[in-house]
């Protein structure tokens, strides 16, 4: 396993569940220190849209230059970009953002379930919160639009209350203060939310102690093939033999895979957090997510999570002020007392990348190499559907049943572009 983020972790486990002797490579000093580190800590089914919706391009041309905009593209990181940019533009058509969204809910759904099994068997505590995601709104198109996507994944089993403002803060007297700014809310009960960084290392133990090896400071230089058969991995620390090879590292298990012949469309996408050391009392109860502002804030226990935007920024990991600022004002925005009340010295600011893929559904399974498969792409979604991923991923390297179908998640481009729609447009929504 190459990775010791949620992705490989999460595989690690299922595969050892599966009866694989698994070991684990991490290049860095332990797991969890990169894009798993501080997240929004939101588990949201609710939200399996892709962000490349229809229209999303003139909503980046609007958004250019903007420091403050939820999603912004840097000139001149575009020449990285080009090729996964126009697949992530032709991805936005509906038939594409429909299929993605479908296939990103079963995988979501499905990921939710196994992670509620694998945390009553191992015990996992990661400042757990099941009170479900209150999405917001300011806009009324947006809001429309989001009661009609709700009707549409209905029949796939998405339950969620629409409510009014006045509704919106009952349910979360924070919001009272704000509510004249809202147009409306969704609250969706089944969601749920927690620390990545806790649960990461929660699991590590968990694994230790049943016997898996985990390596830190093991950088994986190359996977080594012969015959068309993967034989092990090379690191510095020289090579490790495996018949077969999972890539869970991430943005850049692109670089590892490409070597071997094998393409995913996946590039970085910069994401900011800033971590609050509240009083949970004084937070709020559900995670909130600000659907005009592109930003969650999400109390895991002592800490109050506020994350969003995406930066288009190549693998540049400058903590920019402008965009940390931007999550202070959505703090703001959701309740001035207390914007107004926390310690801003004791805040902290962080970012990391997530692995997007350019159609918006991950890429778990086997590739052409045989022995080489990969659990990568999640994007925003890469804590909702860890441990489902990694679960389908046991399942398929073990010729199990697979729970869902894994077709839309395939490396195949064929099985991929193949994959239909389940759900009606928005519109078409009763
Ligand atoms: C700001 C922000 C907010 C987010 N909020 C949410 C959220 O609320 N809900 C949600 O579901 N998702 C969220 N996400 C997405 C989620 O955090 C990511 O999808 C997920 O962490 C990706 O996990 P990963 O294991 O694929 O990658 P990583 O966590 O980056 O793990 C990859 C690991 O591979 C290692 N590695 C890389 N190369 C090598 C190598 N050559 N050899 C050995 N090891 C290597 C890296 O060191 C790293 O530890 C958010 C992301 C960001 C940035």
């Not at 400042?127 to 995601?133: H, I, K, M, P, S």
């Not at 230089?221 to 015959?227: E, L, P, T, Y």
């Not at 469309?265 to 609050?276: A, D, E, N, Q, W």
Request: hydrophobic content about 45%; charged content about 20%.
């Amino acid at each position: 396993m190459v990775g010791g983020g949620l992705a490989g972790l999460t595989s690690a486990y299922a595969l050892h569940e599966a009866g694989y002797r698994v070991e684990l490579l991490e290049r860095r000093e332990d797991v969890a220190l990169e894009t798993s580190f501080a997240n929004g800590g939101i588990l949201t089914p609710s939200m399996p849209d892709p962000w490349n919706a229809p229209g999303v391009h003139w909503r980046l041309l609007r958004w250019l230059g903007r420091e403050d905009a939820p999603m912004l593209l840097r000139p001149a990181a575009i020449p990285g970009y080009f090729g996964w940019g126009l697949r992530f533009l032709a991805a936005s058509a509906p038939r594409s953002f429909l299929a993605s969204m479908g296939a990103n809910y079963r995988l979501c759904a499905y990921s939710l379930e196994r992670l509620r099994a694998w945390r009553a068997a191992l015990g996992l505590e990661y400042a757990l919160g099941t009170r479900g995601t209150l999405e917001i709104y300011r806009e009324r198109h947006s809001y429309q639009q989001a009661v009609a996507e709700l009707a549409a994944l209905a029949p796939l089993g998405l339950a969620g209350t629409p409510l009014d403002p006045e509704a919106t803060a009952r349910l979360e007297p924070l919001l009272a203060e704000v509510q004249g700014d809202l147009v409306g809310a969704i609250h969706f009960p089944a969601d749920e939310s927690g620390d990545a960084l806790l649960f990461c290392r929660a699991l590590r133990e968990r694994l230790a102690a049943r016997g898996v090896a985990i390596r830190l400071n093991t950088a994986v230089q190359g996977v080594r093939q012969s015959g068309g058969q993967v034989a092990g991995v090379e690191t510095a620390a020289g090579f490790v033999p495996g018949s077969q090879v999972v890539l869970a590292a991430g943005p850049w298990s692109r670089e590892l895979l490409a070597a071997c012949g094998v393409t995913v469309h996946v590039r970085p996408v910069k994401g900011y957090s800033l971590s609050i050391p509240i009083d949970p009392a004084s937070g709020p109860r559900h995670a909130l997510s600000d659907d005009t502002l592109h930003a969650v804030m999400t109390p895991l226990g002592a800490t109050l999570r506020l994350a969003g935007t995406a930066e288009f920024s190549g693998w540049d990991l400058t903590l920019r002020p402008g965009r940390v600022e931007a999550l202070w004002r959505l703090l703001k925005a959701l309740s001035p007392t207390l914007a107004g009340s926390v310690d801003r010295a004791s805040a902290r600011a962080w970012c990391g990348l997530r692995p997007m893929s350019a159609d918006g559904r991950p890429y778990i399974g086997r590739t052409a190499v045989g022995g080489l498969y990969v659990n990568t792409g999640h994007g925003h979604l890469g804590w909702t559907q860890a441990a489902g991923s990694a679960t389908l991923l046991a399942q398929l390297m073990s010729g199990a049943p697979t729970a869902i179908d894994p077709r839309p998640f395939a490396l195949s481009p064929l099985e991929r572009r193949a994959w239909r729609s389940e759900i009606q447009p928005a519109e078409q929504a009763s």
